[in-house]
Protein backbone atom coordinates (compact mmCIF):
# COMPACT_ATOMS: atom_id res chain seq x y z
CA UNK A 1 0.00 0.00 0.00
CA UNK A 2 0.96 3.46 -0.75
CA UNK A 3 2.50 5.54 2.31
CA UNK A 4 1.80 8.64 4.29
CA UNK A 5 5.57 9.27 3.48
CA UNK A 6 5.10 8.64 -0.38
CA UNK A 7 1.88 10.87 -0.49
CA UNK A 8 3.51 13.60 1.46
CA UNK A 9 6.26 14.23 -0.48
CA UNK A 10 3.93 14.29 -4.14
CA UNK A 11 2.39 17.02 -2.19
CA UNK A 12 5.77 19.02 -1.02
CA UNK A 13 4.53 18.81 2.63
CA UNK A 14 6.36 17.17 5.69
CA UNK A 15 4.53 14.71 7.90
CA UNK A 16 6.54 13.60 11.30
CA UNK A 17 6.34 12.54 15.12
CA UNK A 18 8.29 13.05 18.03
CA UNK A 19 10.78 10.26 18.21
CA UNK A 20 11.95 8.61 21.89
CA UNK A 21 14.96 7.43 21.41
CA UNK A 22 14.95 3.88 23.07
CA UNK A 23 12.05 3.45 21.16
CA UNK A 24 13.97 3.69 18.29
CA UNK A 25 16.83 1.31 19.40
CA UNK A 26 14.94 -1.68 20.56
CA UNK A 27 11.58 -1.13 19.29
CA UNK A 28 11.84 -2.48 15.36
CA UNK A 29 8.02 -2.17 14.45
CA UNK A 30 8.31 1.04 15.61
CA UNK A 31 11.58 1.99 13.28
CA UNK A 32 9.41 0.55 10.23
CA UNK A 33 6.88 2.54 10.96
CA UNK A 34 9.05 6.06 11.35
CA UNK A 35 11.31 4.92 8.13
CA UNK A 36 7.63 4.02 6.44
CA UNK A 37 5.38 6.97 7.23
CA UNK A 38 7.10 9.92 7.82
CA UNK A 39 9.19 12.69 5.90
CA UNK A 40 10.00 14.85 9.16
CA UNK A 41 11.84 13.57 12.98
CA UNK A 42 11.96 15.42 16.04
CA UNK A 43 13.62 14.05 19.07
CA UNK A 44 10.89 13.88 21.72
CA UNK A 45 12.89 14.58 24.79
CA UNK A 46 16.91 14.28 23.65
CA UNK A 47 17.58 17.48 22.48
CA UNK A 48 16.25 19.10 25.94
CA UNK A 49 18.96 20.44 28.42
CA UNK A 50 17.88 18.05 31.08
CA UNK A 51 18.87 14.88 28.64
CA UNK A 52 21.74 16.27 27.36
CA UNK A 53 23.47 17.90 30.63
CA UNK A 54 23.88 15.03 32.74
CA UNK A 55 26.53 17.52 34.83
CA UNK A 56 27.74 20.68 34.55
CA UNK A 57 30.61 20.09 32.70
CA UNK A 58 29.16 16.88 30.64
CA UNK A 59 27.30 16.85 27.68
CA UNK A 60 25.80 13.11 26.68
CA UNK A 61 24.53 13.26 23.34
CA UNK A 62 23.93 9.92 21.98
CA UNK A 63 19.70 9.94 22.08
CA UNK A 64 19.96 12.64 20.25
CA UNK A 65 22.57 11.08 17.67
CA UNK A 66 20.85 8.02 17.35
CA UNK A 67 17.55 10.13 16.30
CA UNK A 68 19.21 13.20 14.36
CA UNK A 69 21.40 10.25 12.46
CA UNK A 70 18.23 8.07 11.76
CA UNK A 71 16.82 11.50 10.33
CA UNK A 72 19.64 11.89 7.94
CA UNK A 73 20.35 7.96 7.15
CA UNK A 74 16.79 8.33 5.45
CA UNK A 75 16.49 11.45 3.95
CA UNK A 76 14.28 13.32 6.45
CA UNK A 77 14.22 16.59 7.53
CA UNK A 78 14.94 17.00 11.36
CA UNK A 79 13.56 19.57 13.73
CA UNK A 80 15.81 20.09 16.41
CA UNK A 81 13.38 20.79 20.08
CA UNK A 82 14.34 22.87 22.06
CA UNK A 83 17.02 24.82 22.87
CA UNK A 84 15.42 27.20 25.67
CA UNK A 85 12.45 25.96 27.83
CA UNK A 86 11.89 25.71 31.70
CA UNK A 87 10.87 22.09 31.74
CA UNK A 88 13.13 19.47 32.07
CA UNK A 89 16.26 21.92 33.15
CA UNK A 90 19.21 19.16 34.50
CA UNK A 91 18.63 17.77 38.07
CA UNK A 92 21.44 19.34 39.08
CA UNK A 93 20.37 23.10 37.83
CA UNK A 94 18.75 24.01 40.83
CA UNK A 95 21.09 23.92 43.61
CA UNK A 96 23.77 24.79 41.07
CA UNK A 97 25.05 28.33 42.50
CA UNK A 98 24.91 30.64 39.41
CA UNK A 99 24.47 34.73 39.39
CA UNK A 100 22.68 36.37 36.54
CA UNK A 101 25.80 36.59 34.33
CA UNK A 102 26.11 33.01 35.28
CA UNK A 103 23.10 31.91 33.73
CA UNK A 104 23.21 33.95 30.84
CA UNK A 105 26.72 32.54 30.02
CA UNK A 106 25.44 29.38 30.65
CA UNK A 107 22.67 29.59 28.30
CA UNK A 108 25.75 31.05 25.72
CA UNK A 109 27.51 28.22 26.02
CA UNK A 110 25.00 25.50 25.98
CA UNK A 111 23.59 26.92 22.60
CA UNK A 112 26.45 27.26 21.01
CA UNK A 113 27.65 23.81 21.81
CA UNK A 114 24.30 21.78 20.82
CA UNK A 115 23.17 24.34 17.58
CA UNK A 116 27.24 24.18 16.37
CA UNK A 117 26.93 20.54 16.91
CA UNK A 118 24.32 20.11 14.76
CA UNK A 119 24.82 22.67 12.09
CA UNK A 120 24.63 20.75 9.04
CA UNK A 121 22.07 17.96 10.62
CA UNK A 122 19.11 20.07 11.68
CA UNK A 123 17.32 21.68 9.66
CA UNK A 124 14.96 23.41 11.89
CA UNK A 125 15.31 24.68 15.47
CA UNK A 126 12.44 25.33 18.30
CA UNK A 127 14.86 27.81 20.01
CA UNK A 128 12.78 28.79 22.39
CA UNK A 129 10.28 26.93 23.76
CA UNK A 130 6.90 28.27 25.62
CA UNK A 131 8.02 31.54 26.95
CA UNK A 132 4.24 33.20 26.85
CA UNK A 133 2.76 31.58 30.14
CA UNK A 134 -1.49 30.51 29.80
CA UNK A 135 -3.11 34.42 30.40
CA UNK A 136 -0.47 36.38 27.79
CA UNK A 137 2.01 37.35 30.11
CA UNK A 138 5.77 36.94 30.12
CA UNK A 139 6.25 33.24 31.85
CA UNK A 140 8.37 33.88 34.75
CA UNK A 141 10.89 31.24 34.22
CA UNK A 142 14.70 30.72 35.40
CA UNK A 143 15.96 32.61 32.17
CA UNK A 144 13.68 35.48 32.16
CA UNK A 145 14.39 36.02 36.33
CA UNK A 146 17.60 36.33 35.10
CA UNK A 147 17.90 37.70 31.63
CA UNK A 148 14.59 39.89 31.13
CA UNK A 149 12.43 39.06 27.63
CA UNK A 150 15.92 39.84 26.18
CA UNK A 151 16.45 36.55 26.79
CA UNK A 152 15.29 35.48 23.32
CA UNK A 153 16.74 37.57 21.67
CA UNK A 154 19.96 36.57 22.91
CA UNK A 155 19.11 33.05 22.88
CA UNK A 156 17.94 33.64 19.04
CA UNK A 157 21.34 35.32 18.58
CA UNK A 158 23.67 33.10 19.26
CA UNK A 159 21.78 29.72 17.32
CA UNK A 160 22.35 32.03 14.90
CA UNK A 161 26.03 32.33 15.20
CA UNK A 162 26.32 28.64 14.99
CA UNK A 163 23.58 27.40 12.44
CA UNK A 164 22.15 28.05 9.19
CA UNK A 165 18.97 26.05 10.30
CA UNK A 166 15.06 27.85 10.80
CA UNK A 167 14.89 29.18 13.91
CA UNK A 168 11.56 29.11 15.69
CA UNK A 169 9.70 30.09 18.30
CA UNK A 170 7.29 26.98 19.77
CA UNK A 171 4.43 27.58 21.92
CA UNK A 172 0.87 25.38 23.13
CA UNK A 173 -2.25 27.36 23.43
CA UNK A 174 -1.56 29.74 20.91
CA UNK A 175 -3.02 28.24 17.87
CA UNK A 176 -6.03 30.11 17.35
CA UNK A 177 -6.70 33.38 17.53
CA UNK A 178 -7.31 34.45 21.50
CA UNK A 179 -5.11 35.72 23.77
CA UNK A 180 -2.18 34.04 24.21
CA UNK A 181 -1.65 33.99 20.46
CA UNK A 182 -2.05 37.69 20.62
CA UNK A 183 0.69 37.84 23.02
CA UNK A 184 2.76 35.48 21.27
CA UNK A 185 2.16 37.79 17.82
CA UNK A 186 3.26 41.13 19.71
CA UNK A 187 6.35 39.18 21.16
CA UNK A 188 7.01 38.49 17.90
CA UNK A 189 6.81 41.65 16.18
CA UNK A 190 8.78 43.07 19.06
CA UNK A 191 11.61 40.48 17.97
CA UNK A 192 11.37 41.31 14.27
CA UNK A 193 11.20 45.22 14.82
CA UNK A 194 14.93 44.32 16.83
CA UNK A 195 16.18 42.54 13.42
CA UNK A 196 16.21 39.10 16.27
CA UNK A 197 17.03 36.12 13.71
CA UNK A 198 13.64 34.41 13.49
CA UNK A 199 12.40 32.49 10.87
CA UNK A 200 9.32 30.52 12.09
CA UNK A 201 6.60 29.71 14.48
CA UNK A 202 5.80 26.66 15.93
CA UNK A 203 2.19 25.99 16.99
CA UNK A 204 2.41 22.85 19.13
CA UNK A 205 -1.42 21.66 18.22
CA UNK A 206 -2.22 20.05 21.28
CA UNK A 207 -6.28 19.74 20.32
CA UNK A 208 -8.77 19.14 22.91
CA UNK A 209 -12.49 18.07 21.54
CA UNK A 210 -11.70 19.47 18.28
CA UNK A 211 -10.15 22.47 19.73
CA UNK A 212 -9.04 24.99 18.16
CA UNK A 213 -11.27 25.58 15.48
CA UNK A 214 -9.37 24.99 12.58
CA UNK A 215 -10.50 28.52 10.90
CA UNK A 216 -8.94 29.95 13.41
CA UNK A 217 -5.22 27.98 12.94
CA UNK A 218 -5.57 29.47 9.80
CA UNK A 219 -6.10 33.12 10.79
CA UNK A 220 -3.28 32.99 13.27
CA UNK A 221 -1.10 31.30 10.33
CA UNK A 222 -1.92 34.25 8.14
CA UNK A 223 -0.81 36.91 10.54
CA UNK A 224 2.55 35.26 10.87
CA UNK A 225 3.32 35.11 7.50
CA UNK A 226 2.02 38.19 7.00
CA UNK A 227 5.38 39.36 8.81
CA UNK A 228 7.17 37.16 6.45
CA UNK A 229 7.55 34.14 8.65
CA UNK A 230 6.98 30.37 8.13
CA UNK A 231 4.79 28.26 10.22
CA UNK A 232 4.70 24.56 11.49
CA UNK A 233 1.97 22.49 13.17
CA UNK A 234 4.75 20.85 15.48
CA UNK A 235 3.59 18.46 18.01
CA UNK A 236 -0.22 17.46 17.41
CA UNK A 237 -2.85 15.32 19.01
CA UNK A 238 -6.08 14.86 19.05
CA UNK A 239 -7.72 13.77 22.96
CA UNK A 240 -11.17 13.99 24.19
CA UNK A 241 -12.56 14.64 27.92
CA UNK A 242 -14.21 12.10 29.81
CA UNK A 243 -18.20 12.98 29.68
CA UNK A 244 -17.69 14.52 25.98
CA UNK A 245 -16.17 11.87 24.23
CA UNK A 246 -18.39 11.26 20.63
CA UNK A 247 -19.62 8.08 20.01
CA UNK A 248 -17.87 7.38 17.15
CA UNK A 249 -14.29 9.73 18.46
CA UNK A 250 -12.39 7.76 15.93
CA UNK A 251 -14.06 9.17 13.23
CA UNK A 252 -14.61 13.05 14.39
CA UNK A 253 -10.92 12.74 15.17
CA UNK A 254 -10.26 11.71 11.63
CA UNK A 255 -12.27 14.67 10.35
CA UNK A 256 -10.28 17.19 12.70
CA UNK A 257 -6.84 15.87 11.70
CA UNK A 258 -7.95 16.27 8.52
CA UNK A 259 -9.75 19.82 8.68
CA UNK A 260 -5.84 20.63 10.21
CA UNK A 261 -3.90 19.52 7.46
CA UNK A 262 -6.69 21.29 5.06
CA UNK A 263 -6.00 24.83 6.83
CA UNK A 264 -2.06 23.96 6.61
CA UNK A 265 -2.69 23.65 2.40
CA UNK A 266 -4.48 26.77 2.40
CA UNK A 267 -2.13 28.56 4.31
CA UNK A 268 0.96 27.67 2.79
CA UNK A 269 2.07 25.82 6.06
CA UNK A 270 3.94 22.78 5.18
CA UNK A 271 5.08 20.59 7.97
CA UNK A 272 2.50 18.82 10.50
CA UNK A 273 4.19 17.09 13.12
CA UNK A 274 2.46 14.33 15.48
CA UNK A 275 3.58 14.37 18.79
CA UNK A 276 4.33 10.66 19.16
CA UNK A 277 3.79 7.80 16.46
CA UNK A 278 1.63 4.94 18.22
CA UNK A 279 -1.13 5.73 20.90
CA UNK A 280 0.65 3.35 22.97
CA UNK A 281 3.75 5.56 22.44
CA UNK A 282 1.69 9.14 23.68
CA UNK A 283 2.94 11.43 26.47
CA UNK A 284 -1.05 12.19 26.96
CA UNK A 285 -2.29 8.81 29.24
CA UNK A 286 1.21 9.44 31.85
CA UNK A 287 0.27 12.87 31.91
CA UNK A 288 -4.07 13.61 32.22
CA UNK A 289 -6.26 11.28 33.36
CA UNK A 290 -9.73 11.78 32.16
CA UNK A 291 -8.83 12.00 28.52
CA UNK A 292 -8.85 9.33 25.93
CA UNK A 293 -5.71 7.54 25.53
CA UNK A 294 -5.82 7.47 21.72
CA UNK A 295 -4.23 10.86 20.28
CA UNK A 296 -2.36 9.68 17.51
CA UNK A 297 -2.48 8.43 13.83
CA UNK A 298 -1.37 4.44 14.92
CA UNK A 299 -2.82 2.08 16.96
CA UNK A 300 -0.01 -0.57 17.41
CA UNK A 301 1.27 -1.10 14.47
CA UNK A 302 -2.68 -0.47 12.58
CA UNK A 303 -3.35 3.09 11.12
CA UNK A 304 -6.03 4.52 12.13
CA UNK A 305 -8.78 6.80 10.33
CA UNK A 306 -7.23 9.78 10.78
CA UNK A 307 -4.40 8.59 9.59
CA UNK A 308 -5.83 7.80 6.49
CA UNK A 309 -7.96 11.18 6.36
CA UNK A 310 -4.50 12.85 6.04
CA UNK A 311 -3.54 10.58 3.49
CA UNK A 312 -7.08 11.44 1.80
CA UNK A 313 -6.40 15.18 1.76
CA UNK A 314 -2.86 15.11 1.03
CA UNK A 315 -3.84 12.84 -2.28
CA UNK A 316 -6.39 15.13 -3.31
CA UNK A 317 -3.96 17.10 -4.82
O1 LIG B 1 14.20 9.00 30.66
C1 LIG B 1 13.92 9.19 32.06
C2 LIG B 1 14.15 7.88 32.80
O2 LIG B 1 15.53 7.56 32.73
C3 LIG B 1 13.70 8.05 34.24
O3 LIG B 1 13.83 6.80 34.90
C4 LIG B 1 12.25 8.52 34.28
C5 LIG B 1 11.74 8.69 35.67
O4 LIG B 1 12.28 9.89 36.21
O5 LIG B 1 12.15 9.77 33.59
C6 LIG B 1 12.48 9.62 32.22
O6 LIG B 1 12.39 10.88 31.60
C7 LIG B 1 11.04 11.27 31.35
C8 LIG B 1 10.93 11.57 29.85
O7 LIG B 1 9.65 12.11 29.54
C9 LIG B 1 11.15 10.32 29.00
O8 LIG B 1 10.10 9.42 29.24
C10 LIG B 1 10.80 12.53 32.15
O9 LIG B 1 10.73 12.19 33.52
C11 LIG B 1 9.47 13.15 31.72
O10 LIG B 1 9.32 14.43 32.35
C12 LIG B 1 9.47 13.35 30.21
O11 LIG B 1 8.20 13.88 29.83
C13 LIG B 1 8.23 14.59 28.59
C14 LIG B 1 7.70 15.99 28.83
O12 LIG B 1 7.66 16.73 27.58
C15 LIG B 1 8.63 16.71 29.80
O13 LIG B 1 8.10 17.89 30.16
C16 LIG B 1 7.34 13.87 27.59
O14 LIG B 1 7.92 12.61 27.25
C17 LIG B 1 7.21 14.72 26.32
O15 LIG B 1 6.24 14.15 25.44
C18 LIG B 1 6.75 16.13 26.66
O16 LIG B 1 6.76 16.89 25.47
C19 LIG B 1 6.37 18.28 25.62
C20 LIG B 1 7.18 19.09 24.64
O17 LIG B 1 8.55 18.89 24.90
C21 LIG B 1 6.80 20.56 24.72
N1 LIG B 1 5.36 20.74 24.49
C22 LIG B 1 4.53 19.95 25.40
C23 LIG B 1 4.88 18.46 25.28
C24 LIG B 1 3.98 17.63 26.15
O18 LIG B 1 4.20 17.97 27.49
Known amino acids: RTSLRSVAESRGFDVGAAVDADLLRNDAGYWKLLRREF?????????????????????????????????????????????????????????????????EGFLRDHIHTVAGRYRDKIDVWDVVNEAIADDGSM???????????????????????????????????????NEKSDAVYDLITGMLDRDVPIDGVGLQLHALHDEPDPGSVAENVYRFEDLGLDVQITEMDVAYPEGEVPEDHREQQ?????????????TGCETLVTWGVRDGDSWVPGWFSGLTDDPLLFDGSTPKPAYHAIMDVLAEG
Open 139 to 177: RETVWYDAMGEAYLDEAFGWADDVTDADLYYNDYGADGI
Open 39 to 103: TTVTPENALKMGPLRPSPDTYDFGDADAVVNFGLEYDMTVRGHTLVWHNQTPEWFEEWAYTDDGI
Open 254 to 266: AQYYRSIVEACLD
